[in-house]
Structures are given as structure tokens and as C-alpha cells.
């Protein structure tokens, strides 16, 4: 349990926070490269870290990132005219280029100097695996991207996708480290005989009640959570906490699945969810038991992304509307009633409050890694301001070449040095069998 001073420092991560100053150590994935499909197109507000900030596409197609706020007089960039290689606002024709440069100030005389010595505030972009990343930090060069092998994966052939949630990033990220909320929130309604015999949701729902090893890694914290799968073996859900806000989950197989999931802080009350990964196609069997079709596990439908600052990848399934929750099937076939994945995690957490306060909290075993996780964000938060320590992973991108995911051992397997290879990213393992994933 975390005391009121602690839960305060997890949480908040505006500029000059305890928190909000690890994070800008790290390149931070800032939004879809989406977003900007087209040179001089509309510029999109972004809210990172508690800055309103502005980004748009110049007419080479970089992308440029500015604090809204112009440095004249503070008219909002959002509605300048992005033309010509900058961002031209519309209160006095001040105009930026994509590295914060004044490249025109119209309304001073033709021979001042004083456009030289003004600047916009402006963070360096890069595009990478589909998404635009912003470095928020005090290097005047920023540090390596972390290596994270969804990025490399042909366009064709990734899957990225955000949806904004509206609650703060720790309690959502947690949903992924806490593995046995799975076989409630997500299957509780179904029984074993409903599973493919020998699959993993098979052994998921005949032990709702995991044991967990954890270790803590270079790139954060990593458990493994086991239970019976028949006679001699073990099922293990492997998982990952990486620094300052990823998680690799144990949905798919180890050696196989391709996935980070990053949960960024847009301000104290809202978290970009950003995920990359394989499209890879799953084979799937319906889970009887329910009394209609479930929709695919991640996708929900969004509202279209509106101009506000919490305008962009919203779920239609919110709070104002209770999720869209079916309370007759929730009767009659489903846990919770909710359709979805995602959105199911999305009601609980946000049901939580926008900051929950972690005072008021019962951890029991099931919570390790929650427990194990908030600590070394605090150490390395703490490390970081009295110490100036450089946080994990900053300066060591391949310790982010790391995969999650199922798996079945041997009983008496030693679960670190037996997952070694299949926790390795880039070695492809084409005798591992998929079909343990169908439902
Ligand atoms: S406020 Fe932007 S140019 Fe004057
Ligand atoms: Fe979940």
C-alpha cells in the first residue's frame, strides 16, 4: 500500500514532478503518425506530460511539436496556418518552423533582428513503427529509441492503434500486470468445459487463483504467473513491465507474439493507450456460454476524434453511457456485460476515479507485481532527482528486445532459463503451436 505522499508521486506528472521528470527522460510515443496524414495539413492538439502542446506536418513532411501557447503574446498555434515549412500564427504572423525557429515576424520592420532572438518552445519528433515520438527531456540530444521490435514490422503487417482513457496511467497500465483479473473481468463466466481441452484459456479457467514469480530486469520488472496444466506441467503467463510505461501481456504464445502496449500520460487524468504489435490472425473458437457474438477483443468502436485536448480516440463505450452494459447478458451468459476486451478494462479503471487513492487499498497476493512495479518507478524516480541516476533503459535501447506471452513447462522446468530463447525478440520459432491459443 502506498502512503498518500507516494501515491501523489506516482501519479502526477506535470513539468517539475517527481514522476513527469522520469518520464522525459524517454522518447514518448506522442501520437499516431496517422494523425498528420499530409504535409501542411491541420495541425492537432496534443496533450503530453501536462503541456498543451500543437503538432503538424511541415511541407517536407516533418513533424513538428510546439507548446500552443505562441511566444508573442500567447495566442494558441492550434489555429495558425501551417504553410510553407512552419506554423504561421494568426494573431500577428509570427511563423515557426518544425524546430521552434522564428523564420518570420512580418510585423516588425524589415531590418530588425528581434526574430533571431525569439523561440518556440519545440521538442524533436521522430516517426517510427506508425507513431509520431516526441522527446520532452533536458538532453540537447536526445537519447536512442528503444528497441522495441514492433516498430521494425512492416507496414503491412503491424498493427498500431491508440485509444485515450480517461484515468491516470499508472491505474490503467496496472490492468496489464495484474494477471488474475483475466479469468473474471474477461472470462469469468466461462466454465472449462467451454475452452478447447488443453488449450490456455482452458488452464486459465479451471485455476482462477495463479501462483507468481517475479523478477525484477534491466528494462523493469518481469513476473510469471503459474498454475496446473496437467500431469507434470505448468501453465505460465509471462509478462513485463517496461520502463517508463510499457507492458509486453501474456495474451499470446511466447516465442510468437509481437506486441507493446504503451500507456502514456497525457495530464494526471488522461492516458494515451498506444498499441504495436503484429496483426497477426488468431485462430478462435467461440466461447460458448454467451448469448451473442462477441465483438474482436480490442477493437470497439471510437466517436471521431473531435479538436479538444482530450478530443482523440475516444471509445463510444464511456462512463456517460455505463460501457453499454447489457445487464441481461451480464444474466445470461457474460461477467460483466460489457462487450470487449478493452472496454472492459476501460470501465474498471476509470470506475476507480480519475486518481485513485492507493491509501484506501487492500493488496493481497494476486498483487505482486502491482506492488513490485510502483516501487521501482518511485526508486527510479527518486534515484533520478537526488542523484541525477539515468533511469533503466534510457541509455541501453536493447534491453527493450524482449517478448511476453504463454506458455506450458515441464513442472520441475526453471521457468527464467527454460523461456531464455522464446523471451528473445527476432528468433522466429515456427514449431511453437498456436492452436493453445484458440478459445
Ligand atoms: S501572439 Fe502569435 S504572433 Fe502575436
Ligand atoms: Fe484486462
Known amino acids: 500500500m502506498l502512503s498518500e505522499r507516494e501515491n ?14 522520469l518520464m522525459r527522460q ?6 499516431l503518425a496517422s494523425e498528420l496524414p499530409r504535409p501542411d495539413g491541420d495541425p492537432v492538439r496534443v496533450m503530453l506530460l501536462g503541456e498543451q502542446l500543437v503538432a503538424f506536418r511541415d511541407t517536407k513532411g516533418q513533424v513538428g511539436l510546439l507548446a500552443h501557447s505562441c511566444p508573442h503574446r ?13 506554423l504561421r500564427c494568426v494573431y500577428h504572423g509570427w511563423k515557426f518552423d518544425v ?11 524589415p531590418a530588425s533582428t528581434f526574430r533571431d532572438k525569439v523561440r518556440a518552445c519545440a521538442y524533436p519528433c521522430v516517426e517510427r513503427g506508425g507513431v509520431v515520438w516526441a522527446y520532452l527531456g533536458p538532453r540537447a540530444t536526445p537519447p536512442p529509441l528503444p528497441d522495441l521490435e514492433a516498430l521494425e514490422l512492416p507496414e503491412n503487417q503491424a498493427d498500431v492503434f491508440a ?7 499508472l491505474q490503467a497500465l496496472e490492468g496489464d500486470i495484474d494477471t488474475s483479473h483475466f479469468g473474471f473481468l474477461h472470462f469469468g463466466a466461462t466454465r472449462k468445459e467451454e475452452a478447447g481441452p488443453g488449450t490456455f484459456l482452458y488452464y486459465a479457467v479451471a485455476d482462477r487463483a495463479p501462483r507468481y514469480a517475479l523478477v525484477d530486469t534491466e528494462y523493469g520488472s518481469m513476473y510469471g504467473a503459474y498454475r496446473p496444466a496437467g500431469p507434470g506441467r505448468l501453465y505460465w503467463r509471462i509478462a513485463q513491465f517496461l520502463f517508463p510505461f510499457y507492458t ?9 507474439q509481437v506486441l507493446t502496449r504503451a500507456w502514456v500520460p497525457m495530464d494526471d487524468h488522461h492516458t494515451l493507450f498506444v498499441s504495436m504489435g503484429a496483426a497477426a490472425p488468431r485462430p478462435r473458437r467461440q466461447a460458448s456460454g454467451s448469448s451473442r457474438p462477441r465483438r474482436a477483443a480490442l477493437r470497439t468502436p471510437l466517436r ?21 452494459i447489457d445487464r441481461n447478458w451480464q444474466r445470461n451468459g457474460d461477467f460483466t456485460g460489457i462487450d470487449g476486451i478493452f472496454t472492459q478494462d476501460q470501465a474498471v479503471t476509470e470506475s476507480m476515479g480519475p486518481v485513485y487513492d492507493r491509501t484506501k487499498e487492500h493488496l493481497g497476493s494476486s498483487d505482486v507485481m502491482v506492488i ?15 542523484r541525477g541516476a539515468v533511469p533503466p533503459g534510457v541509455d541501453e535501447p536493447h534491453v527493450y528486445a524482449t517478448r511476453s506471452g504463454s506458455v506450458i513447462l515441464p513442472e520441475k522446468a526453471d521457468w527464467l532459463s527454460a523461456t531464455e530463447e522464446l523471451r528473445r525478440a527476432r528468433v522466429s520459432h515456427p514449431e511453437l503451436d498456436l492452436a493453445l491459443e484458440t478459445r
Open 8 to 21: 501523489e508521486a506516482v501519479s502526477r506528472v506535470g513539468p517539475g514532478t517527481l514522476m513527469g521528470s
Open 26 to 31: 524517454y522518447w514518448l510515443p506522442a501520437m
Open 74 to 86: 500567447g495566442a494558441s498555434l492550434f489555429f495558425g496556418r501551417n504553410e510553407e515549412d512552419g
Open 99 to 109: 524546430n521552434g525557429r522564428c523564420v518570420d515576424m512580418p510585423n516588425e520592420p
Open 163 to 169: 485509444i485515450q482513457r480517461e484515468c491516470n496511467w
Open 248 to 256: 509486453h501481456i501474456p495474451s499470446g504464445t511466447l516465442g510468437r
Open 304 to 324: 471521431p476524434n473531435s479538436t479538444g485536448w482530450h478530443g482523440r480516440f475516444r471509445l463510444e463505450a464511456d462512463a456517460a453511457n455505463d460501457y453499454l
Open 372 to 386: 513490485r512495479v510502483r516501487r521501482r518507478l518511485l526508486d527510479a524516480a527518486r534515484a533520478l532527482a537526488e
